[in-house]
């Protein structure tokens, strides 16, 4: 599975009023499934609460293309983190300690 495109929005914006995740990704295959559960795992791995998880597939080209979106809390960027940081795509994001 590759990552074609992947993209954070800070809210309201265009998708939602509030901040959330886009990711473009194509493989040989549907794994939209297997990709759902590896989110929540993920998140849930580092305390990162994510919401309205949707996985949308379609074939172009003879390759399988699935867009995940999902919503997700992000501490103003003034904020001081009040605990333990969690590293999130090159970013890091306050987390309850």
Known sequence: MNIC????????NRFDPRPDVLAHL????DY????????????????????????DNGVANGKVWHEAFFVMPLPARDARPTGGKAHLHGANVARAG
């Open 5 to 12: 495109t992947l993209a954070t929005f800070d809210g309201p």
């Open 26 to 29: 194509c493989a040989g295959r």
């Open 32 to 55: 939209s499934l297997a990709l759902r559960a590896a989110l929540k795992d993920a998140a849930q791995r580092i305390g990162l609460v994510i919401g309205a998880p949707r996985i």
